[in-house]
């Protein structure tokens, strides 16, 4: 039975294909559209309609008090974050100062990419005199959406926006829909963006298992949501509320919406805190991750002061990639005995790739810095001895390595006799 | 060991016909004598830095048609110009294209071709032309393989986007807003190769062409389309309909074409009573080798993947003894792009002796200069044996095509009737954008796109009833003045251009544990005969057994094996007329034309040993059947002096294998897009009953061509059978598995029947 269906489908289908009969072609300037008819049923639900030059828009607002506590903190220490940076006096691409116009935002949306994704809801949240305001435009419907995009006021003063994952997906989706009205809204503001997703990597890597807000809650922010709504049901509700026009289920969403907000503040100042105090309450991969990260930002004062805590609190197998980095950073420094002996420490306790690494940067300082060859040859020899064992490496990249090492061995030998 | 003589190709032509084991096999030699170029003069407004770096290049004039494509271009008409290989054809749209970034800087243009391959070709040939006219024009390709890091670039910056159709569909399109600036000032859209946009894959890329001029529309431009084909029956009409614009044709190339010989090849016969005759591929092998040792740069053309492996397995016995040499390789779809460009480099450089191909390198690949060229059995239509031809003796020096045919009475045709194939004007290759299944997963992607009015039309169709059909499918939603795209699919993801089946089957080789890897993919279709369990796979001439394929994954778990058999399987069909838009009525019979539903249930695979090609073993294969939905056209009719069931199976059987093998003769398609299937009890009249059907959803409009022209095919079928100097059917004429008595009797028999019938 279901088969015939398809296939009746098919014929049916066919004949409502028609032929395109010459029509002259009008060029479209805007039209404000219709409201929707449902706009009283979403006001019930605790939406307010906001109406502008471009049509229709919902809005829904919350203010809360600087002492409101979003799990494990206050909203308010935003402020002592800030502070912090403000004191810190170290550049970081995460640091924030009081300059700033500070907006975490968030959207929601009816898919995942592509031109046919609409934002159903933008949501903000603003630091004011008196406390935090939340602030959630909805999409009335699609031909309402240059008033929503309007009323976003992302067109207006350059702010710091601060989202999580928002650089590869919120952001570029607010700049494709405004480009599909790009005639009829004024040009779109490069803000300055601070994406937590990749804060919280950068922090919880080998910690975390996945970075998913909801986890960095659970795990670190002391948040338990309660009747959250998943995330991938989002668009679902969102067209069911078009179609239906209630908005009961749809107002879920909103305070889905409204935690990941809440979530992105008090995130932004644990990992402020984790970023400038070196807690030793902490994990000690969370401080290697910290100590690695002001490394590769050139700023070794820093990578020291965070690598020399875990090495100095931790033992064992939770200091070898402390140590690891802090022998990198000395070396680079020119302490190459420090380097050494922490190159040293370091092995036992690293994974293979990082211990053959570890021997090739020892084998070079025994040889070149510390002129102790023999040193240098037994780390040579230990390194190829990994690296012959190893099933990391495909056939042709261990060939290349063998070759390199025994090279190496060559010309120590030889230094050694002469 | 024989010393290897390096002779030209007049000479081992020169040897074969003192050699009296070769030269009787050889049915017809044609020689085709050059022809000399026509010139026209540089255009006046031509830029001086083209003209500059024209002439650095040593041309100082313009082929005709170069210039008339130029002056077309300039008058803002779209064009199509048929050009031969190695013609020049892709100044026809470099000149134009330059000239017009040169005029204004913020022009753009998109340069389509039809794989991924001859766009990375393409690409270097621009650039060494942009390169000496010293300006600052940026082209790029884009495709699967651009790194993230410049994609960006390409978007904002690129004057000159080259792609192919599958990028511009789920890649360009659907994402349409991070290419404003091409868009806004999109002047040229380039289509090369436009002869191979034909049935599904070319009524697939119509769409793909109608959902780019609806997004060039949104933002304000509107391209001119330049199209280069090679020779085919309708090229203005294909260009017209797969860019729904009106062109103008340009069919008269100006370029030189340098002499070619044609050699017509027919194996021995080894089996008199049978008419067995020799395997093709053994006597392509042996051509082949003779031609390597004579020095002679060769590509061999084999019509299947495995067919390709099969040869390059044999012919990988000249170099056995050679360590690392790689002077003989095979060339095919499946193989990934990095294994595909290092054998377009060998090629050029001239340390690829002999390549051997699917039909993947009959498109403009730029591999230099081949001397041979040697096609196993006929491609299945005219332009494409053309086109391989082509490959020989590219740079107008001479050149030798060697036709070897096959068993099948197509192949047969064509080696006694040499002028078929030299003389004849070539098919018509067709489209259906009105596939129904087609436009409605267009329809869903231009959606998702932009979205429709209430007023709006796709293309040249009306699609009002259709968008309010997708909004009941809940994929839609109605506003006010518009239909919007509100699901969370992306329907460009749920359409392949390439083939009937949507998704691939991955083949992973787990020869080794712990380092598995993907050594190719296949079209669904294909994978039900191919990569079955127990298959033997063969890759790079090396044969890998099908140890699981997980149908619902779309995996096939392959390992290395040493075997002296390949596998070979057969599908079982069922077909149900759903309804009748056409009919014609005989005293005896029917004639019939509609909606078909279609059931494919793959059945058993048979072990084959390789040289003798005896059949040592079989199996069942375990892979749910395929329904599909599509248009045939049937012939029923009442049995004849009451045939036993057995003998009427046979001798339909016999008729369809016959018919079937003609019908690429009369239209243009590949042999797989279109299939003969026979029915002795049909299920909607119980007659008697051969179906012609195309094998792709939603049908194409090629069996309802053979609705029309059935009784040529006919008549051209029992000719044919009559002739076939075998004794009781052989697979030149009513294929190899018939054990009929008297089966070529039967078999005219019943056609004559069929033929007298319909007139």
């Given at each position: 039975?279901?088969?015939?269906?398809?296939?009746?489908?098919?014929?049916?289908?066919?004949?409502?294909?028609?032929?395109?009969?010459?029509?002259?072609?009008?060029?479209?300037?805007?039209?404000?559209?219709?409201?929707?008819?449902?706009?009283?049923?979403?006001?019930?639900?605790?939406?307010?309609?906001?109406?502008?030059?471009?049509?229709?828009?919902?809005?829904?607002?919350?203010?809360?008090?600087?002492?409101?506590?979003?799990?494990?903190?206050?909203?308010?220490?935003?402020?002592?974050?800030?502070?912090?940076?403000?004191?810190?006096?170290?550049?970081?691409?995460?640091?924030?100062?009081?300059?700033?116009?500070?907006?975490?935002?968030?959207?929601?949306?009816?898919?995942?990419?592509?031109?046919?994704?609409?934002?159903?809801?933008?949501g903000v949240l603003e630091a004011k005199t008196d406390g935090f305001l939340l602030t959630q435009y909805v999409l009335a419907d699609p031909s309402n959406e240059a008033a929503f995009l309007f009323e976003s006021k992302f067109w207006q003063t350059q702010k710091t926006i601060i989202?999580?994952?928002?650089?590869?997906?919120?952001?570029?989706?607010?700049?494709?829909?405004?480009?599909?009205?790009?005639?009829?809204?004024?040009?779109?503001?490069?803000?300055?963006?601070?994406?937590?997703?990749?804060?919280?990597?950068?922090?919880w890597k080998n910690n975390l298992e996945k970075m998913k807000l909801t986890t960095v809650e659970e795990e670190k922010l002391g948040f338990h949501r309660k009747g959250d709504i998943p995330g991938f049901l989002a668009p679902i509700i969102y067209a069911d509320a078009l179609k239906s026009g209630q908005a009961d289920t749809l107002i879920k969403v909103l305070y889905h919406n409204e935690w990941d907000l809440l979530s992105l503040v008090t995130l932004y100042i644990h990992s402020t805190n984790l970023l400038i105090e070196t807690r030793v309450e902490?994990?000690?991969?969370?401080?290697?991750?910290?100590?690695?990260?002001?490394?590769?930002?050139?700023?070794?004062?820093?990578?020291?002061?965070?690598?020399?805590?875990?090495?100095?609190?931790?033992?064992?197998?939770?200091?070898?990639?402390?140590?690891?980095?802090?022998?990198?950073?000395?070396?680079?420094?020119?302490?190459?005995?420090?380097?050494?002996?922490?190159?040293?420490?370091?092995?036992?306790?690293?994974?293979?790739?990082?211990?053959?690494?570890?021997?090739?940067?020892?084998?070079?300082?025994?040889?070149?810095?510390?002129?102790?060859?023999?040193?240098?040859?037994?780390?040579?020899?230990?390194?190829?001895?990994?690296?012959?064992?190893?099933?990391?490496?495909?056939?042709?990249?261990?060939?290349?390595?063998?070759?390199?090492?025994?090279?190496?061995?060559?010309?120590?030998?030889?230094?050694?006799?002469? | 060991?024989?010393?290897?003589?390096?002779?030209?190709?007049?000479?081992?032509?020169?040897?074969?016909?003192?050699?009296?084991?070769?030269?009787?096999?050889?049915?017809?030699?044609?020689?085709?004598?050059?022809?000399?170029?026509?010139?026209?003069?540089?255009?006046?407004?031509?830029?001086?830095?083209?003209?500059?770096?024209?002439?650095?290049?040593?041309?100082?004039?313009?082929?005709?048609?170069?210039?008339?494509?130029?002056?077309?271009?300039?008058?803002?008409?779209?064009?199509?110009?048929?050009?031969?290989?190695?013609?020049?054809?892709?100044?026809?749209?470099?000149?134009?294209?330059?000239?017009?970034?040169?005029?204004?800087?913020?022009?753009?243009?998109?340069?389509?071709?039809?794989?991924?391959?001859?766009?990375?070709?393409?690409?270097?040939?621009?650039?060494?032309?942009?390169?000496?006219?010293?300006?600052?024009?940026?082209?790029?390709?884009?495709?699967?393989?651009?790194?993230?890091?410049?994609?960006?670039?390409?978007?904002?910056?690129?004057?000159?986007?080259?792609?192919?159709?599958?990028?511009?569909?789920?890649?360009?399109?659907?994402?349409?807003?991070?290419?404003?600036?091409?868009?806004?000032?999109?002047?040229?859209?380039?289509?090369?190769?436009?002869?191979?946009?034909?049935?599904?894959?070319?009524?697939?890329?119509?769409?793909?062409?109608?959902?780019?001029?609806?997004?060039?529309?949104?933002?304000?431009?509107?391209?001119?389309?330049?199209?280069?084909?090679?020779?085919?029956?309708?090229?203005?009409?294909?260009?017209?309909?797969?860019?729904?614009?009106?062109?103008?044709?340009?069919?008269?190339?100006?370029?030189?074409?340098?002499?070619?010989?044609?050699?017509?090849?027919?194996?021995?016969?080894?089996?008199?009573?049978?008419?067995?005759?020799?395997?093709?591929?053994?006597?392509?092998?042996?051509?082949?080798?003779?031609?390597?040792?004579?020095?002679?740069?060769?590509?061999?053309?084999?019509?299947?993947?495995?067919?390709?492996?099969?040869?390059?397995?044999?012919?990988?016995?000249?170099?056995?003894?050679?360590?690392?040499?790689?002077?003989?390789?095979?060339?095919?779809?499946?193989?990934?792009?990095?294994?595909?460009?290092?054998?377009?480099?060998?090629?050029?450089?001239?340390?690829?002796?002999?390549?051997?191909?699917?039909?993947?390198?009959?498109?403009?690949?730029?591999?230099?200069?081949?001397?041979?060229?040697?096609?196993?059995?006929?491609?299945?239509?005219?332009?494409?044996?053309?086109?391989?031809?082509?490959?020989?003796?590219?740079?107008?020096?001479?050149?030798?095509?060697?036709?070897?045919?096959?068993?099948?009475?197509?192949?047969?045709?064509?080696?006694?009737?040499?002028?078929?194939?030299?003389?004849?004007?070539?098919?018509?290759?067709?489209?259906?954008?009105?596939?129904?299944?087609?436009?409605?997963?267009?329809?869903?992607?231009?959606?998702?796109?932009?979205?429709?009015?209430?007023?709006?039309?796709?293309?040249?169709?009306?699609?009002?009833?259709?968008?309010?059909?997708?909004?009941?499918?809940?994929?839609?939603?109605?506003?006010?003045?518009?239909?919007?795209?509100?699901?969370?699919?992306?329907?460009?993801?749920?359409?392949?251009?390439?083939?009937?089946?949507?998704?691939?089957?991955?083949?992973?080789?787990?020869?080794?544990?712990?380092?598995?890897?993907?050594?190719?993919?296949?079209?669904?279709?294909?994978?039900?005969?191919?990569?079955?369990?127990?298959?033997?796979?063969?890759?790079?001439?090396?044969?890998?057994?099908?140890?699981?394929?997980?149908?619902?994954?779309?995996?096939?778990?392959?390992?290395?094996?040493?075997?002296?058999?390949?596998?070979?399987?057969?599908?079982?069909?069922?077909?149900?007329?759903?309804?009748?838009?056409?009919?014609?009525?005989?005293?005896?019979?029917?004639?019939?034309?509609?909606?078909?539903?279609?059931?494919?249930?793959?059945?058993?695979?048979?072990?084959?040993?390789?040289?003798?090609?005896?059949?040592?073993?079989?199996?069942?294969?375990?892979?749910?059947?395929?329904?599909?939905?599509?248009?045939?056209?049937?012939?029923?009719?009442?049995?004849?002096?009451?045939?036993?069931?057995?003998?009427?199976?046979?001798?339909?059987?016999?008729?369809?294998?016959?018919?079937?093998?003609?019908?690429?003769?009369?239209?243009?398609?590949?042999?797989?897009?279109?299939?003969?299937?026979?029915?002795?009890?049909?299920?909607?009249?119980?007659?008697?009953?051969?179906?012609?059907?195309?094998?792709?959803?939603?049908?194409?409009?090629?069996?309802?061509?053979?609705?029309?022209?059935?009784?040529?095919?006919?008549?051209?079928?029992?000719?044919?059978?009559?002739?076939?100097?075998?004794?009781?059917?052989?697979?030149?004429?009513?294929?190899?598995?018939?054990?009929?008595?008297?089966?070529?009797?039967?078999?005219?028999?019943?056609?004559?029947?069929?033929?007298?019938?319909?007139?």
């Amino acid at each position: 039975m279901i088969e015939m269906s398809y296939e009746n489908k098919i014929l049916q289908l066919k004949k409502m294909l028609g032929s395109k009969k010459e029509k002259v072609v009008e060029k479209p300037t805007f039209v404000k559209p219709p409201k929707p008819s449902y706009l009283e049923n979403w006001v019930k639900c605790g939406l307010n309609v906001i109406e502008n030059d471009f049509g229709v828009v919902f809005k829904r607002e919350v203010m809360y008090s600087n002492d409101y506590k979003h799990g494990l903190y206050e909203l308010g220490s935003l402020y002592d974050a800030i502070d912090k940076w403000e004191n810190h006096r170290i550049s970081h691409p995460f640091s924030l100062s009081f300059d700033d116009d500070i907006l975490f935002f968030d959207t929601e949306t009816t898919g995942l990419k592509g031109v046919g994704t609409h934002i159903f809801l933008i949501g903000v949240l603003e630091a004011k005199t008196d406390g935090f305001l939340l602030t959630q435009y909805v999409l009335a419907d699609p031909s309402n959406e240059a008033a929503f995009l309007f009323e976003s006021k992302f067109w207006q003063t350059q702010k710091t926006i601060i989202t999580y994952n928002g650089k590869s997906f919120d952001w570029p989706q607010v700049e494709t829909r405004w480009t599909l009205h790009r005639n009829t809204l004024p040009k779109l503001t490069n803000h300055k963006q601070i994406d937590l997703l990749h804060s919280s990597k950068r922090i919880w890597k080998n910690n975390l298992e996945k970075m998913k807000l909801t986890t960095v809650e659970e795990e670190k922010l002391g948040f338990h949501r309660k009747g959250d709504i998943p995330g991938f049901l989002a668009p679902i509700i969102y067209a069911d509320a078009l179609k239906s026009g209630q908005a009961d289920t749809l107002i879920k969403v909103l305070y889905h919406n409204e935690w990941d907000l809440l979530s992105l503040v008090t995130l932004y100042i644990h990992s402020t805190n984790l970023l400038i105090e070196t807690r030793v309450e902490e994990a000690a991969t969370t401080l290697t991750n910290v100590g690695k990260w002001y490394g590769d930002l050139k700023h070794k004062g820093e990578s020291e002061r965070f690598l020399s805590k875990v090495t100095e609190h931790f033992e064992g197998p939770e200091t070898g990639l402390a140590y690891y980095y802090l022998a990198i950073e000395q070396k680079r420094n020119g302490q190459f005995v420090e380097a050494a002996i922490h190159f040293e420490y370091a092995i036992p306790h690293l994974d293979i790739k990082k211990q053959i690494k570890a021997y090739e940067q020892l084998a070079i300082v025994y040889e070149h810095q510390l002129k102790t060859f023999e040193k240098a040859i037994r780390c040579a020899l230990d390194g190829l001895k990994l690296i012959e064992n190893a099933t990391c490496f495909n056939a042709s990249q261990k060939i290349k390595l063998i070759e390199q090492w025994e090279k190496r061995i060559q010309r120590l030998e030889n230094k050694i006799i002469s | 060991m024989q010393l290897n003589k390096k002779k030209s190709v007049d000479e081992l032509v020169q040897s074969w016909k003192n050699d009296s084991d070769i030269k009787k096999n050889i049915l017809h030699i044609e020689t085709i004598e050059e022809k000399p170029a026509h010139f026209a003069s540089f255009p006046e407004k031509l830029h001086p830095s083209i003209k500059r770096a024209l002439i650095e290049r040593g041309i100082s004039q313009l082929y005709t048609h170069q210039r008339d494509a130029f002056d077309y271009a300039s008058e803002g008409q779209s064009f199509t110009a048929v050009t031969p290989t190695a013609s020049g054809k892709s100044l026809c749209y470099h000149l134009p294209v330059l000239q017009q970034i040169l005029q204004d800087s913020s022009s753009r243009a998109i340069y389509l071709f039809p794989t991924k391959a001859l766009a990375q070709d393409q690409k270097t040939d621009l650039n060494n032309l942009i390169e000496s006219m010293d300006e600052e024009i940026l082209s790029y390709t884009y495709d699967g393989d651009t790194s993230p890091a410049i994609r960006q670039k390409i978007r904002k910056a690129g004057h000159i986007v080259m792609t192919n159709p599958d990028m511009l569909h789920s890649g360009i399109l659907p994402h349409h807003t991070k290419w404003v600036s091409l868009f806004e000032n999109l002047k040229y859209i380039v289509i090369d190769e436009l002869h191979t946009y034909k049935g599904v894959f070319g009524s697939h890329v119509a769409h793909v062409i109608r959902r780019l001029k609806r997004i060039c529309e949104f933002y304000g431009s509107k391209p001119i389309f330049i199209c280069t084909s090679a020779t085919i029956k309708n090229p203005k009409e294909l260009a017209e309909k797969l860019t729904n614009t009106t062109h103008e044709l340009i069919s008269n190339s100006g370029a030189p074409v340098g002499k070619k010989t044609f050699l017509f090849y027919n194996p021995p016969i080894v089996h008199p009573t049978f008419g067995v005759r020799r395997s093709s591929v053994l006597e392509v092998r042996d051509l082949a080798t003779e031609l390597y040792k004579a020095g002679i740069q060769t590509i061999v053309f084999a019509k299947s993947r495995v067919r390709v492996e099969m040869l390059v397995t044999y012919l990988k016995e000249l170099t056995k003894k050679k360590i690392q040499d790689e002077s003989i390789r095979g060339y095919r779809g499946g193989y990934l792009p990095t294994e595909r460009r290092a054998i377009e480099k060998g090629l050029r450089d001239g340390s690829i002796q002999i390549v051997v191909s699917t039909n993947a390198l009959e498109l403009g690949v730029d591999i230099g200069q081949l001397q041979a060229c040697i096609m196993t059995g006929y491609p299945g239509n005219i332009a494409s044996a053309w086109q391989q031809a082509g490959r020989a003796g590219r740079r107008q020096d001479s050149a030798l095509i060697i036709y070897v045919a096959g068993a099948t009475a197509l192949d047969q045709y064509v080696v006694n009737h040499p002028k078929y194939l030299l003389g004849s004007s070539p098919e018509e290759a067709l489209i259906n954008p009105e596939n129904i299944l087609i436009l409605m997963e267009h329809l869903k992607c231009a959606s998702f796109e932009l979205p429709f009015s209430m007023t709006d039309v796709y293309g040249e169709f009306e699609v009002q009833e259709l968008l309010a059909f997708l909004e009941e499918e809940g994929v839609l939603l109605k506003t006010s003045s518009n239909w919007h795209w509100m699901s969370d699919r992306f329907p460009a993801h749920e359409i392949s251009l390439r083939s009937s089946a949507q998704e691939n089957v991955v083949i992973i080789d787990w020869s080794i544990q712990g380092s598995t890897k993907v050594i190719g993919e296949m079209d669904t279709y294909s994978a039900m005969t191919l990569l079955h369990e127990e298959a033997i796979y063969l890759h790079q001439g090396i044969q890998y057994q099908v140890e699981k394929l997980d149908w619902e994954e779309k995996k096939a778990f392959v390992r290395e094996v040493d075997v002296d058999y390949f596998t070979d399987a057969n599908l079982a069909v069922e077909l149900k007329v759903l309804s009748e838009d056409k009919s014609k009525p005989y005293p005896s019979a029917q004639l019939g034309y509609g909606d078909v539903s279609l059931l494919a249930i793959p059945t058993i695979f048979k072990k084959i040993r390789f040289n003798t090609h005896e059949n040592i073993g079989s199996g069942k294969i375990h892979i749910p059947p395929l329904e599909m939905h599509t248009n045939s056209t049937w012939l029923s009719f009442e049995n004849l002096e009451n045939w036993s069931e057995d003998v009427l199976t046979d001798a339909l059987t016999g008729a369809a294998y016959a018919i079937g093998s003609f019908v690429p003769l009369f239209i243009q398609c590949d042999r797989k897009d279109l299939s003969v299937v026979p029915q002795v009890k049909a299920i909607h009249n119980e007659k008697p009953t051969l179906f012609i059907y195309d094998s792709y959803p939603g049908g194409i409009g090629l069996s309802e061509k053979v609705y029309d022209i059935l009784d040529s095919i006919i008549e051209e079928s029992i000719q044919h059978v009559d002739i076939c100097p075998c004794e009781n059917g052989c697979p030149s004429c009513i294929g190899v598995e018939n054990n009929l008595q008297n089966g070529k009797e039967k078999v005219t028999k019943l056609l004559s029947f069929l033929l007298n019938e319909m007139k």
